[in-house]
Structure formats: structure tokens, C-alpha cells
């Protein structure tokens, strides 16, 4: 099992930054695959970014890459996102996940993970952005 937890949310003005963090108290997270995933009000959670598990390669949703910096720490056993620019329709709940793998091969080619193939979720952290 493993137990996740973010943290780094709060709540700020259009324009400002935020760092959230995804850690594991009990486990390493070294090897596994880390990946941010957001709701907002009335909406689908939908992916941000991750980052992968073997080389630390990262991905990014294409709408969201120009603001958003995933990366991990090893010493700390925490995966951050980098906030910035942040607007009012980035307010949501913030959830890191994590897995084997960022993508999985099928049908003859890689895609992204879908939300419900992750194994393992955290509580979330909230990020409300005012106009």
C-alpha cells in the first residue's frame, strides 16, 4: 500500500505562483511514476503532468505545459508542481497519483495513463485562484 500526501495549496491572486508537494510518509517513491491531476468545480478531473518513474522524463497536457514545471527530489521523496501564472480557472482540487508508468502501451502505441489506471491516489490539496 501506499499512502500519499499532498500539500502546497492555498489560495492567491491571478497572476501568483504555487509549489504543491506529493510525498509518501512510509515509502519511497523512487521508481514510481508521479502524476498531478486536477477538479475543478462541476468537472472531470483531468491530468496536468507526470513524471516518469525510470528516467524522470516528463509529460505534460499541452494546454497546461507553458505554466506548469513537474519535478522530483529524491533526497526528499517528493514530487513537486511548479504553479505559475495561475488564473482563475486553474482553482481546483489538486491530486498527485501514482504508478508503474506514465503511459501504457496498447493497441500498438503508447498513451497516457487514464485517471482510472492509476493504483494509488492522495487526499488532494485545494487551489483557489481570485480574480
Known amino acids: 500500500q501506499l499512502r500519499l500526501v499532498e500539500s502546497g495549496g492555498d489560495s492567491v491572486q491571478h497572476g501568483g505562483s504555487l509549489r504543491l508537494s506529493c510525498t509518501a510518509p512510509?515509502?519511497?517513491?523512487?521508481?514510481?511514476?508521479i502524476s498531478w491531476w486536477r477538479q475543478a468545480p462541476g468537472k472531470e478531473r483531468e491530468e496536468v503532468s507526470c513524471?516518469?518513474?525510470?528516467?524522470?522524463?516528463?509529460y505534460y497536457r499541452a494546454s497546461m505545459k507553458s505554466r506548469n514545471t513537474i519535478s522530483r527530489d529524491k533526497g526528499k521523496n517528493t514530487v513537486y508542481l511548479q504553479l505559475n501564472s495561475l488564473q482563475p480557472e486553474d482553482t481546483a482540487v489538486y491530486y498527485c497519483?501514482?504508478?508503474?508508468?506514465?503511459?501504457?502501451?496498447?493497441?500498438?502505441?503508447?498513451?497516457?495513463?487514464?485517471?482510472?489506471?492509476?493504483?494509488?491516489w492522495g487526499q488532494g490539496t485545494q487551489v483557489t485562484v481570485s480574480s
Open positions: 512510509e515509502s519511497t517513491l523512487e521508481n514510481r511514476a
Open positions: 513524471i516518469s518513474g525510470a528516467d524522470d522524463s516528463t
Open positions: 497519483a501514482a504508478d508503474y508508468s506514465c503511459h501504457l502501451y496498447v493497441g500498438g502505441t503508447y498513451r497516457p495513463r487514464h485517471e482510472q489506471e492509476y493504483t494509488y
